[in-house]
């Protein structure tokens, strides 16, 4: 057993590691085992120029934008459905889960038309709105799953004690969901930071980030250049979330949920 | 510290009736405690009071002043659960103080009291500490304290000591009886546990099936439970058939004298305390036989078949018998409370 | 509390959100379909093999990764020391954005990648061409791997997750009972891990089925995958092939909803479990 463990712990860590050594590598021809150039100067090249400077600018914009938005209309229709039963809960349920099921490619050309016709195509607010389509599931499922683990009783005690709304929301709910809200926005930042897509339909191609600079290289079977761009890819998404999870720490202290 | 007055209050949930027009005073200072099996209304009831639940119909007064609309947040009735609900991510003291900083107290003035009533409690070194570093009773004084420091209108208490052993148990009911008589504030107490009840309380307010049955003081409740359905809840207590004759309760034990007067001939229930049963060593004719026999320490309980096949129960710790032993089974007048159908 | 109207308050953004974005993107599709583009597309040969082969890769794919990642998933139930690491080291595959991992495949499977060139220092093969082809080929292998080196640690994971929650006690009375390690494993927890196994089924299948980057990087030039198909419709300048295209979103929609409505049934199955299961005992 501990063989199938180690194996697919190895199996998941090794296609990574091959990423990095091909990124490291300028001429890289069969049947060569290794690279001949093993060099790191070209990814200086690649890597100082005002067209990856304006990808990762806009993909980071559109991300923090998108999980914003996602967490604004997530945050009360998950308490509610944590929270309370009502008629139709189900229902929202169902809608709030749909586009993990519906293709995002599909969704996104019926959008498209929509977004045209509202002059939002190649709109940074146009492609927020779909990214935002997307993470709304997975943010969904985590705040209402923190939700139901919590409970209102913390808020009730804390009306009973004379606080009124405001206080009750910053100083005990949100404090108490943190955990939820970071994983929520995590989730939300990762999907957007991804998008392929989406971003190049509805952005038109007026807006380039990282994916959509990605992409043409892996077409043209260029992986040297592909390869830089994914670790760039992947280390500013990396980045962006330790950062996040940094300040939302020095902020909030460590909650500790209570065992039921 | 207020004068509560529930009136005709009446609760339903989804067509279920929970509570069953309840009418109750609890007079300012006083510590009242609601007694009823679990799923009665009680926590309910102490909802209601709260504020965190509106009624279906009645009306909440304090002071004479109806609050049944007043939302929790104006009420100034603070309930202490039983799993103590102190917040997790803040400190014992930033726990205590909240309701002061909700109401919008000065610093020093929110420090000063916090560290009275962390001085009352005993707890004055864990200001600093977070809930889950705390026991079981330390949680729960903090709970307390956090209530009190407000010297809320009403304390409301939802059976705060399930949780704890025994032995702590005894010691948290006498902690909160001190604590409410020096901050004169008025209680209710939820419980099941009678003996918790009477130790504490004033008064007690029987719940049974969402109906107020019975409130008066321990000792009368103890003693004269008003219908067979309290003394069934209450517990411990033998129930004889008989009939009224002559003014008379007459059953197998004999005849004794009882309030109800009227009826001859109607079909009662006579109610005896296990410790109410008397045995004496039967060299005198005897009228009954051990049959069983339960050793529990502080006293022994045996079970006992009268002349008539009757069974008893009688608790005593003063004689020995064993199984198999004949007894003379008697028990004073004024112990048989006597329940006409 | 007394939130018995805000609940609806509460939720109306969000589903004023989603029903404007999903409804109108539908409705527009909707629209714009007549008898006789349905009819012309269902009856175009590139439409039904486009079909089939999705299904069909999808189901693979879905098949493999979740009965492997289940298992791997059991197996981790009896590892003890590392269990930790390991777990973490799984996670790894399912941060990672799909586009990457596409290029490592590229990187490793083409025929002048990494496998082959091991294939020829082995001797095994002269020049690139005789290496098999895995990526850019009819049967999308090199698609399915992409999946699948996402998809196994996924349900791994869940299911790992799950079985947590699971009381051990079972285990243990079971064992007790004279049950051994397979019977323990085949009657007492995969009964209990089947709705999480039935979540995880439709979510991969879903997105094997509805995946737009990986089959348009790596697929063969002799058929596309059904969301590929009707995306190259979609910027045909001709409307008659716009109008497929949203003929064939409106089809990918309708089979989309009624995965949608099995999953939501079993998740409910999946809180009854959840309440029921690993009582803290």
């Known amino acids: 057993m501990y063989l199938v463990a180690w194996t697919a712990a190895v199996a998941s860590a090794l296609p990574l590691a091959s990423l990095v050594v091909l990124a490291c590598s300028a001429q890289w021809p069969f049947p060569r085992l290794l690279p001949s150039v093993f060099t790191v100067d070209h990814i200086a090249r690649l890597l100082f120029t005002p067209r990856l400077a304006e990808a990762v600018r806009t993909s980071?914009?559109?991300?923090?934008?998108?999980?914003?938005?996602?967490?604004?209309?997530?945050?009360?229709?998950?308490?509610?459905?944590?929270?309370?039963?009502?008629?139709?809960?189900?229902?929202?349920?169902?809608?709030?889960?749909?586009p993990v099921m519906v293709p995002a490619a599909t969704v996104t050309m019926g959008l498209h038309y929509v977004m045209i016709r509202a002059s939002l195509a190649g709109t940074m607010l146009g492609v927020v709105i779909v990214h935002t389509v997307f993470a709304v599931p997975y943010a969904f499922r985590i705040l209402m799953h923190v939700f139901e683990l919590t409970g209102e009783r913390h808020e009730e005690q804390a009306a009973m004690l004379g606080a009124g709304p405001w206080l009750v929301f910053s100083a005990i709910t949100l404090p108490l969901v943190m955990p939820g809200m970071v994983a929520a926005a995590t989730m939300s930042f990762i999907i957007s930071f991804s998008q392929y897509i989406t971003t190049f339909m509805i952005g038109g191609g007026r807006l380039l980030t990282v994916p959509l600079l990605l992409v043409p290289h892996v077409q043209g079977g260029e992986l040297h250049v592909a390869s830089v761009y994914s670790l760039v890819f992947i280390l500013t998404a990396l980045v962006a979330l330790i950062l996040l999870q940094a300040l939302v720490r020095r902020y909030y202290r460590e909650t500790y949920f209570l065992n039921p | 510290m207020s004068k509560i007055n529930l009136v005709g209050i009446t609760k339903s949930y989804d067509a279920k009736l929970v509570l069953d027009n309840?009418?109750?005073?609890?007079?300012?200072?006083?510590?009242?405690?609601?007694?009823?099996?679990?799923?009665?209304?009680?926590?309910?009831?102490?909802?209601?009071?709260?504020?965190?639940?509106?009624?279906?119909?009645?009306?909440?007064?304090?002071?004479?002043?109806?609050?049944?609309?007043?939302?929790?947040?104006?009420?100034?009735?603070?309930?202490?659960?039983?799993?103590?609900?102190?917040?997790?991510h803040l400190t014992v003291k930033e726990n205590v103080a909240f309701g002061l900083r909700a109401r919008g107290e000065s610093r020093g003035v929110i420090d000063k009291k916090v560290g009275e009533i962390l001085e009352v409690v005993r707890l004055p070194q864990r200001r600093n500490s977070l809930p889950h570093e705390l026991s079981g009773g330390e949680k729960q004084r903090i709970a307390l304290a956090r209530a009190c420091v407000l010297q809320p209108r009403v304390l409301l208490l939802d059976e705060p000591f399930s949780n704890l052993d025994v032995n702590l148990r005894l010691s948290m009911r006498e902690f909160v009886v001190a604590l409410q008589r020096e901050l004169k504030l008025t209680c209710v107490l939820v419980t099941h546990d009678k003996e918790e009840a009477f130790a504490m309380a004033e008064r007690v307010a029987v719940l049974l099936d969402g109906r107020l049955e019975q409130v008066d003081t321990p000792e009368s409740l103890y003693a004269r439970p008003i219908s067979r359905k309290v003394a069934t809840f209450l517990g411990d207590c033998n129930f004889l058939p008989g009939t009224i004759l002559d003014g008379k309760f007459v059953c197998t034990l004999g005849a004794f004298p009882n309030k109800h007067s009227t009826g001859n001939g109607r079909r009662a229930i006579g109610m005896l305390r296990y410790e109410h049963v008397d045995l004496a060593r039967g060299t005198c004719p005897t009228n009954g036989r051990i049959t069983g026999r339960v050793f529990a320490g502080r006293q022994t309980t045996y079970s006992v078949e009268l002349a008539d096949g009757t069974m008893l129960t009688a608790a005593t710790c003063k004689e020995f018998f064993a199984v198999g032993d004949g007894v003379f089974v008697t028990c004073a007048e004024r112990a048989m409370q006597v329940y006409v159908d | 509390m007394n939130g018995r109207k805000q609940p609806y308050l509460y939720i109306a953004p969000l589903v004023i959100f989603m029903l404007l974005t999903l409804g109108l993107s539908l409705g527009?599709?909707?629209?714009?379909?007549?008898?006789?583009?349905?009819?012309?597309?269902?009856?175009?040969?590139?439409?039904?093999?486009?079909?089939?082969?999705?299904?069909?890769?999808?189901?693979?794919?879905?098949?493999?990764?979740n009965v492997i990642g289940a298992a791997l998933a059991f197996a981790l139930l009896n590892v003890q020391a590392g269990k930790e690491a390991v777990r973490r080291t799984l996670q790894l595959p399912v941060i990672m954005p799909h586009l990457v991992v596409t290029v490592i495949v590229f990187h490793l499977f083409a025929q002048t990648g990494v496998l082959a060139r091991l294939a020829w220092w082995a001797g095994l093969i002269d020049n690139p061409n005789q290496f098999p082809l895995l990526v850019f080929d009819h049967f999308a292998i090199g698609i399915m791997l992409v999946y699948l080196y996402k998809q196994i640690p996924f349900v791994a994971l869940l299911c790992t997750d799950a079985l947590r929650g699971i009381s051990h006690r079972f285990g243990e009375v079971a064992a007790n009972?004279?049950?051994?390690?397979?019977?323990?494993?085949?009657?007492?927890?995969?009964?209990?891990?089947?709705?999480?196994?039935?979540?995880?089924?439709?979510?991969?299948?879903?997105?094997?089925?509805g995946a737009f980057e990986v089959p348009f990087l790596l697929g063969t030039p002799a058929w596309r995958t059904l969301p590929v198909e009707a995306y190259l419709l979609h910027i045909n300048i001709d409307p008659t092939a716009q109008a497929r295209a949203m003929v064939i979103n409106v089809l990918i929609t309708g089979i989309s909803l009624i995965l949608a409505l099995v999953y939501s049934r079993a998740e409910r199955l999946l809180a009854h479990y959840r309440l029921g299961s690993g009582d803290g005992v």
């Not at chain 2, 405690?33 to 304090?62: D, N, R, Y």
């Not at chain 3, 714009?32 to 089939?52: I, K, P, Q, Y």
């Not at chain 3, 082969?53 to 493999?64: M, P, Q, R």
């Open chain 1, 60 to 98: 980071l914009a559109m991300a923090l934008c998108s999980t914003a938005l996602t967490l604004l209309l997530v945050f009360p229709a998950a308490k509610a459905a944590g929270l309370y039963s009502f008629r139709g809960k189900e229902a929202l349920k169902l809608l709030a889960l749909l």
């Open chain 2, 22 to 88: 309840l009418a109750l005073c609890i007079d300012n200072g006083s510590l009242v405690a609601l007694l009823g099996p679990s799923g009665s209304g009680k926590s309910t009831l102490l909802k209601l009071i709260a504020g965190l639940e509106m009624p279906s119909a009645g009306q909440v007064l304090f002071d004479d002043c109806d609050v049944t609309l007043l939302p929790a947040r104006h009420r100034q009735a603070v309930i202490v659960f039983q799993d103590h609900c102190l917040f997790p």
């Open chain 3, 28 to 65: 527009h599709a909707i629209s714009g379909l007549t008898w006789e583009h349905l009819r012309a597309v269902l009856a175009n040969r590139d439409f039904t093999h486009s079909l089939t082969a999705t299904l069909g890769v999808a189901a693979v794919a879905t098949l493999f990764s």
């Open chain 3, 177 to 209: 009972l004279g049950a051994n390690a397979w019977q323990v494993a085949a009657w007492i927890y995969l009964p209990l891990l089947w709705p999480t196994l039935m979540a995880t089924t439709l979510i991969t299948f879903a997105f094997a089925f």
